[in-house]
């Protein structure tokens, strides 16, 4: 028997993602049309490609925008007339349709309206099966209007499958995918999900340059300026917003506490800045229906390592904002919030963190070398940023009470990082660490050469060393004759508790285990069934002198045991992998003999057991 630990040997083991787009808490699993060895020919509903560069070259690139990233087509894709069914093996149902907009690099889902029973699950796939999406479930109905969206899957066709448990269920089913969202920015993680050839492996560093859409001069959100600051870095996600009717761009934001917040409510209170929803006119649950926030996209290294990875959140109830209207000139953007309320309460995997908030002006100075003011940020809609400084000023010195903005200054010398567009909406916390701002707008100050260059050796990248956050303290005294505009105090401060300062808090810090959610009891059968639904094994059968892939798409990392066992019983390969998610793995079979062959997969809890026959 031959054991292999599947990131020490390139030979034995390659994958294929290491990138995991775990996209709005979906379950996991592998589509059923997977598991069918022939479908009739899937239709495909064919989409016009935006106009990306006539429509960019009409726009300002402005810190105070979002960071335009794509442009919508409109796909008018309905169930069932829109797609085939076809009946499995096990006589459930696959319902199948594709769209393709040719040239498109990524295509994000956009749903006017998506109604799923219990019983059927939603897939998204690209052409060549390697990215997969879901799955979605009844657990992702929105009650509110039925909008739903889904980031960005890799290529020009995106297959989008419903797998149907009984077929009283079809008059259930709801599903309008009217728009689809065509990326031409922020889509390089989708990138080694294109070929066969972009087999690479976890821990490597970023060969494909997935990373580095900001300037060079900006420093990662994991270099050691960052380090006493790590319940910040996690309190920062990146925000999808709508483009108006047009398209969709990015900010930044930061997930904030509340007094009265327990860590069995765990209220998602997210903020950032008004101006990143461009058009002024949101104030409704609905409008913020297929908003999407990115959790944890950022390098796990200061500089190399792992491609980053990140998760994602669909939908928000809007809370307050202050007012702003399309295109608002920036010496008229003081007041600049946006409060809104996530729909889910945020799983234990994304590691996140609700930051604590200073309601004072009393901000402190640093009293040691780690101590600073500090932001993170996605500039340019890049990975997490960090930009700092030792001290704060508001506009001519100004007492702060009399100001709306603090002034993050960094130096001219580049080592305190900076901001660009796709930034703002980002936080600003003291040295403490408590959140007392947001990004608004942005400049320049003093003599900074050399960083117009991007990480991929583009010119034209963006870095401000002066950013202007908007109090968070006129937030909270904020009033406008509209009543949709109001201070946030009733929200994060809903009893008028007499308070200086807001604590942080993790709302699962005292739980077990490593990193899950803890789910309800459930029967070893059913945790074994969903197991093994999330694993496919081909091609099957193969040769001796091959190899087969394992495709995984769990809900959750996971650890894996893996023994190839002959028809004597004897383990003839034993291969472990850590923090497997959605990914596809090659295992050489050694001129193993010929013959059925069982392929025991384990993570210590649960156990799938597959048959692979070598020719």
């Given at each position: 028997m031959s054991k292999v630990n599947l990131f020490n040997s390139f030979l034995i083991l390659a994958f294929l993602l290491p990138f995991a787009a775990k996209a709005q808490i979906s379950q996991g699993g592998i589509p059923e049309s997977y598991h069918q060895k022939s479908l009739n020919e899937v239709t495909k509903h064919v989409a016009s490609l935006p106009d990306w560069e006539s429509f960019i070259k009409e726009e300002s690139e402005e810190f105070n925008k979002p960071y335009l990233i794509g442009l919508f087509t409109e796909t008018n894709i309905n169930f069932p007339e829109s797609g085939?069914?076809?009946?499995?093996?096990?006589?459930?149902?696959?319902?199948?349709?594709?769209?393709?907009?040719?040239?498109?690099?990524?295509?994000?889902?956009?749903?006017?309206?998506?109604?799923?029973?219990?019983?059927?699950?939603?897939f998204v796939h690209n052409e060549n099966k390697k990215h997969v999406l879901g799955a979605y479930t009844h657990e992702n109905n929105n009650e509110i209007?039925?909008?739903?969206?889904?980031?960005?899957?890799?290529?020009?066709?995106?297959?989008?499958?419903?797998?149907?448990?009984?077929?009283?269920?079809?008059?259930?089913?709801?599903?309008?995918?009217?728009?689809?969202?065509?990326?031409?920015?922020a889509y390089e993680n989708t990138l080694n999900y294109a070929s066969e050839e972009d087999m690479v492996?976890?821990?490597?560093?970023?060969?494909?340059?997935?990373?580095?859409?900001?300037?060079?001069?900006?420093?990662n959100a994991n270099c050691s300026p960052g380090t006493h600051y790590e319940n910040q870095k996690r309190a920062t996600v990146q925000l999808l917003f709508s483009y108006g009717q047009q398209g969709a761009g990015l900010c930044s934001g930061t997930i904030i506490n509340s007094v009265g917040n327990t860590k069995e409510t765990c209220r998602p209170l997210l903020m950032t800045a008004s101006h990143c929803e461009n058009s002024g006119t949101w104030t409704t649950n609905t409008q913020f229906s297929q908003l999407i926030v990115r959790f944890n996209f950022e390098k796990t290294n200061c500089n190399g390592g792992p491609a980053a990875t990140q998760r994602t959140i669909t939908g928000a109830n809007y809370l307050t904002r202050s007012y702003y209207y399309q295109n608002m000139p920036t010496n008229q953007l003081n007041e600049d919030f946006l409060l809104v309320e996530l729909r889910n309460k945020i799983p234990e995997v994304y590691n996140a963190y609700h930051a604590g908030v200073r309601l004072n002006y009393n901000l402190p100075s640093p009293s040691n070398s780690n101590e600073k003011f500090i932001g993170f940020h996605h500039p340019a809609g890049d990975i997490?940023?960090?930009?700092?400084?030792?001290?704060?000023?508001?506009?001519?010195?100004?007492?702060?009470?009399?100001?709306?903005?603090?002034?993050?200054?960094?130096?001219?010398?580049?080592?305190?990082?900076?901001?660009?567009?796709?930034?703002?909406?980002?936080?600003?916390?003291?040295?403490?660490?408590?959140?007392i701002g947001t990004a608004s707008t942005a400049g320049s100050y003093g003599n900074i050469q050399g960083c117009n260059v991007?990480?991929?050796g583009h010119g034209g990248a963006q870095f401000f060393n002066l950013v202007n956050y908007s109090q968070v303290q006129?937030?909270?005294?904020?009033?406008?004759?509209?009543?949709?505009?109001?201070?946030?105090?009733?929200?994060?401060?809903?009893?008028?508790?007499?308070?200086?300062?807001?604590?942080?808090?993790?709302?699962?810090?005292?739980?077990?285990?490593?990193?899950?959610?803890?789910?309800?009891?459930?029967?070893?059968?059913?945790?074994?069934?969903?197991?093994?639904?999330?694993?496919?094994?081909?091609?099957?059968?193969?040769s001796v002198n091959g190899y087969f892939n394992i495709k995984t798409n769990f809900r959750f990392k996971q650890d894996l045991q893996i023994k190839i066992i002959n028809v004597e019983g004897k383990v003839v390969k034993l291969l472990e992998a850590s923090d497997v998610e959605d990914q596809t793995f090659r295992v050489d079979l050694d001129n193993l003999k010929p013959g059925m062959h069982l392929i025991q997969i384990t993570n210590g809890i649960q156990k799938s057991t597959h048959k692979l026959m070598i020719n």
């Open positions: 085939k069914f076809y009946t499995t093996e096990k006589n459930e149902l696959i319902w199948k349709t594709a769209i393709h907009v040719k040239g498109a690099p990524a295509l994000g889902m956009y749903f006017e309206n998506l109604y799923l029973p219990k019983g059927v699950k939603l209007d039925s909008k739903f969206a889904i980031e960005a899957i890799q290529g020009e066709t995106a297959y989008i499958e419903l797998n149907i448990t009984n077929s009283e269920l079809i008059d259930e089913i709801q599903l309008n995918l009217d728009k689809a969202l065509v990326y031409f920015r492996l976890i821990g490597n560093p970023d060969p494909y340059q997935l990373e580095g859409s900001s300037s060079t001069c900006m420093i997490k940023k960090i930009i700092f400084a030792n001290n704060l000023v508001t506009w001519g010195n100004q007492n702060p009470q009399n100001s709306v903005h603090w002034i993050l200054n960094s130096n001219t010398n580049k080592t305190e990082g900076g901001a660009a567009q796709g930034s703002s909406g980002s936080g600003l916390f003291d040295p403490k660490g408590y959140y991007d990480g991929k006129k937030a909270m005294t904020y009033t406008h004759s509209n009543s949709s505009y109001i201070s946030i105090k009733s929200f994060i401060n809903p009893n008028n508790s007499n308070v200086n300062t807001i604590e942080g808090m993790d709302c699962y810090a005292d739980t077990d285990g490593g990193g899950d959610e803890i789910d309800p009891p459930v029967a070893i059968e059913e945790l074994n069934e969903n197991f093994a639904n999330s694993i496919k094994l081909y091609p099957n059968p193969t």
